[in-house]
């Protein structure tokens, strides 16, 4: 079976340098358990280990897409850069179309940068015009991702791995903390509940869910949406 694991190196994606040690050999071992513990029928899943995103380098990050969302895309996508993505989010939370006065209005952009990136998002298909204002194309039609699951892997330092995690819900639908067995204590789960963060441990040689994190409906960001064009430039590059 194909590894959903995404190569970072071919789409010009930062990536943390690896530090070898225990927490390593955990997201390593998880990673061969990953698919299964949040499979779906008709989704397709893939990967990115330590991606760096602007909030930080998420250890692993998994996406559940629907390949029909996929199948609107051109050589003019591969062009999208992420002022790009910005303005296409923004959009994509307006309830009426916008001129690019007002989108100067709103973000800030000049007038020069927005026609560039208002040509570039009309020729990739993930905006529609109608008489010079400009709308996001429907979720269904351009947005893959179902679900978006950060995982944040801690051998000890629990509080630090929820820190993280409560800042991955910026991009991410499902938050989750990773854990040794022994490190799962009471306290740990009672924190979960909270914070609405999920706890995977591994006990023995598999891995179980202690507790669910809460699920949020996405796009939640800027971020959701750059998650969405790595999965684009991934499927090009394969």
Known sequence: MKSPITSLAYMDLKKRRRT???EAVLVDSFLSSFEDMFREKHLKFSVFVEPYIDIGFPDIIGVLWDEKSTKVWSKERMLINSKDIRILNHLSLQDKLKSNLEIHRELGYSEKELDRSITRLYNAGLITSTRNKY???HLNKVFAPRRIIAIEAKMNDWKGAFRQARINKWFASESYVLFPGETARKDILEYSKLSKIGVIAKEMNHFIHLSRSEKI??????GSWLINEWLIKSLYYQ
């Open 135 to 137: 709308k996001a194309c």
């Open 217 to 222: 409906n996405i796009p939640t960001s800027y």
């Open 20 to 22: 070898e040690g225990p």
